[in-house]
Each structure stands twice: as structure tokens, then as C-alpha cells.
């Protein structure tokens, strides 16, 4: 019995003293294993949608205006300028802009962006486009949408 007494205190003694050097290195390791990118890194990105995508307007009437919104929420860990145009893509690839802007987010804040247009001609088929210009994120949607 004795003999495995010991065993099990020398284990034990090193397992600790292990343990100790591990702990008091531990700024060296984590930094280590960041360098290999085996510790996660929070993700940063934009997030960019429609407020309300079912009350997106469905169709273009001359002298009527269309009135819809999108949210930019940063979570790119960082203030962030986002510039943007919001424009009118017609099926041959030619543009109608309606505005262009920037706005710029504290990290994690949001804000919702109101467009409103009036098209000069009606039933016009073609694309609504939100585009996050220096990102080449958007958002569209499809004039005219018989979807319900």
C-alpha cells in the first residue's frame, strides 16, 4: 500500500506543479493560441434589412409617392461611416437614383433610414435598391411584386 501512496503523491505533485506553471503562464499561452487562431474572435459585420418587408410598396403610379424604410445596425466592433444610395435599377441595368447619403454608428447602435419617392411615369418594372456602397452589401426589392 505504501508504494502506491507514493505514486499518488508524486502524480499529484506534478499534476500541481503543472498546473502552477500553466497558470502563471497563462498570458503567454492565450496569446499564443490567438496567434494560431484557435481562440474565437467576436465577428464583426453590418446588418442591413427592410423595417416592415411586407408594406414595401408593390407598384409605381405616376405623381404618387412610395414611402418605405431599412435599418443599418453596426456591429463591426468600431464606429463605423456607412455610405449609401438607394436607387431605382431598371431590367436593362440602368439606374434612377433617389439618394445618396452617410451616416455614421457607434458600435452596436441602429438607425432606420425613410425614403420617400415619386415616380414620374406608372406601372415602371425593375428593382429598389439599398446598396452599402464601399461594403457592395444591399438590400432590393422587385416593382412590380403581385406577391401577397
Do not use: C, W
Not at 54 to 60: F, Q, V
Not at 63 to 85: M, R
Not at 116 to 129: A, Q
Amino acid at each position: 500500500m505504501r508504494k502506491r501512496s507514493g505514486k499518488f503523491s508524486i502524480i499529484v505533485l506534478i499534476a500541481a506543479l503543472a498546473a502552477l506553471i500553466l497558470y502563471m503562464n497563462r498570458g503567454s499561452i492565450h496569446g499564443e493560441l490567438n496567434n494560431l487562431k484557435l481562440i474565437p474572435q467576436p465577428e464583426h459585420f453590418t446588418e442591413l434589412y427592410f423595417n416592415d418587408h411586407l408594406s414595401l410598396p408593390k407598384n409605381t403610379v405616376a405623381k404618387q409617392p412610395i414611402s418605405f424604410s431599412f435599418i443599418i445596425h453596426n456591429v463591426e466592433g468600431v464606429t463605423t461611416t456607412y455610405p449609401y444610395s438607394v436607387y431605382f435599377e431598371y431590367p436593362n441595368g440602368s439606374h434612377n437614383l433617389f439618394t445618396s447619403s452617410s451616416v455614421t454608428l457607434a458600435d452596436n447602435a441602429s438607425t432606420s433610414i425613410t425614403i420617400n419617392h415619386t415616380f414620374r411615369t406608372s406601372n415602371l418594372t425593375g428593382m429598389v435598391v439599398v446598396n452599402l456602397t464601399p461594403l457592395n452589401q444591399h438590400i432590393d426589392f422587385i416593382v412590380p411584386n403581385t406577391n401577397p
